[in-house]
C-alpha cells in the first residue's frame, strides 16, 4: 500500500490505523540534552525517568510539565528498566557496568566484569518475569571520552548477557553481534529481539533487528532478522500487547508487525534513540530523541511491568 500523507504518520499497512490516534500531536515535554537515551516509566510516582549520557545525568518528568534532576553524576548512564519489584536497573557507560537503584537509594552494582575482564559498556537492559537481567554490552561507551571514558575493550566479542540478579550468575546468550544494542521480549516471552545497530561506524554493516527463540527461559536459538530499518538504524525499542514492535529509527519512530511487515512510521523531527509506553494506561507513547523528550498518544498499549 503506497505510503498516505500525513503530518505525523506515514501509513505503509492499514492495521497501523488502529494503533495511531489521528489528532494526538507530538508534544515535545523537554529540550535541552545532548544526547537523550533510556527513558522508564514509573507508574507508580507517576513519572518518567531517562538519560542524558554526555551530560553526566538523568532527568525526571512529571506530567504536570516539571523536570529536574535525578541523578548527577551519572556515570554516563544510558538504557535504563525496572525489574519485577520495581527497582531501578541502569546501564552505566563509565563505570561499565550495569546497577540497581535500591528503594533506600543505595546502588548495587550487578555486573562489571565477565571471566575477570571488564565489560565494555553495557547500553540497554530488560528484566524478565524470572527476575533474570539480560543486557548488551556494545563498545559505544568506549570509543571516546564523549559517552564515556575511551578505553580499549577488554571482551573478545561485543555479548549480550543474561544475568541471575540472585546467585550471581553470568552468561553470554549470543555473541555474533556487530554492536548489540536495544532488545525487548516478545509479550508471552517466548522470543526475544536484539538490535545490532553497527552501521553507526560502518555503512555495510548490519542495521536490523534480530529475533530468537526463547528456550527454557534461559537460552537463545534459531536467530533470523525480524527487520531491515530503511532509514538510520535502530536502538532501544519496546513491544505492545499485541507483540508490535516500536522502534527507533533515523526519521522517527517504525513499527513492525509480529510478522516484520513494517506497518507504519511516527515522524519525529530528531534522530529517535529510544522509547517506552507509559501513562496512567500505558498508551502514551514517550520518545528520546537527539536533545529531546518527545510523547504522543497511541491506541495501543506497551508491554511493561510493573
Known amino acids: 500500500m503506497a505510503k498516505n500523507e500525513h503530518p505525523l504518520y506515514e501509513i505503509h499497512d492499514p492495521r497501523f490505523r ?23 516509566w514509573f507508574a ?21 510539565g516539571g523536570v529536574s534532576t535525578f541523578r548527577t553524576p551519572s556515570n554516563f548512564a544510558n538504557g535504563n528498566t525496572r525489574d ?20 533506600d537509594g543505595s546502588i548495587t552494582v550487578l555486573a562489571d566484569s565477565f571471566q575477570g575482564k571488564r565489560l565494555n559498556s553495557p547500553n540497554d537492559v530488560i528484566v524478565r518475569s524470572d527476575g533474570s537481567v539480560w543486557f548488551t554490552d556494545p563498545t559505544y561507551g568506549i570509543l571516546s571520552d564523549y559517552e564515556g571514558y575511551k578505553a580499549e575493550p577488554e571482551q573478545a566479542t561485543r555479548n549480550v548477557y543474561r544475568l541471575d540478579p540472585e546467585t550471581g550468575d553470568m552468561e553470554i546468550v549470543v555473541d555474533d553481534f556487530g554492536q548489540p544494542n536495544g532488545l525487548a521480549f516478545s509479550p508471552d516471552e517466548t522470543k526475544l529481539y536484539i538490535a545490532d545497530s553497527a552501521s553507526s561506524h560502518d555503512i555495510n554493516a548490519p542495521r536490523h533487528i534480530r529475533v530468537f527463540d526463547v528456550i ?12 531491515d530499518i530503511d ?12 507483540g508490535n514492535v516500536w522502534t527507533s529509527a533515523g526519521d522517527g519512530v517504525h513499527c513492525f508487525a509480529p510478522d516484520g511487515t513494517l ?33 504522543i498518544y497511541t491506541a495501543t498499549t506497551g508491554v511493561q511491568a510493573p
Not at 507508580?44 to 504536570?64: E, F, K, T, V, Y
Not at 515522524?267 to 518527545?294: D, E, H
Request: proline fraction near 5%; glycine fraction near 10%.
Open 263 to 295: 506497518l507504519g512510521k511516527i515522524k519525529v523531527p530528531q534522530t529517535v534513540s529510544n522509547l517506552t509506553f507509559g501513562g496512567p494506561r500505558r498508551n502514551q507513547l514517550f520518545i528520546t530523541a537527539t536533545k529531546s523528550l518527545y510523547s
Open 84 to 103: 519485577r519489584q520495581g527497582r531501578l536497573v541502569s546501564c552505566e557507560h563509565g563505570a561499565r557496568r550495569v546497577t540497581r537503584t535500591e528503594i
Open 18 to 40: 488502529y494503533l495511531v490516534v489521528g489528532s494526538a500531536a507530538l508534544d515535545e515535554l523537554y529540550s535541552g540534552c545532548r544526547w537523550a537515551e533510556g527513558p522508564v
Open 231 to 242: 532509514t538510520g538504524l535502530p536502538d532501544g525499542f519496546r513491544v505492545d500487547v499485541a
Open 44 to 64: 507508580d510516582s507517576g513519572c518518567l525517568i531517562w538519560s542524558d549520557i554526555p551530560n553526566q545525568r538523568m532527568l525526571r518528568w512529571a506530567p504536570d
Open 216 to 227: 527454557d527461559g534461559r537460552t537463545l536459538a534459531n536467530s533470523r532478522v525480524f527487520c
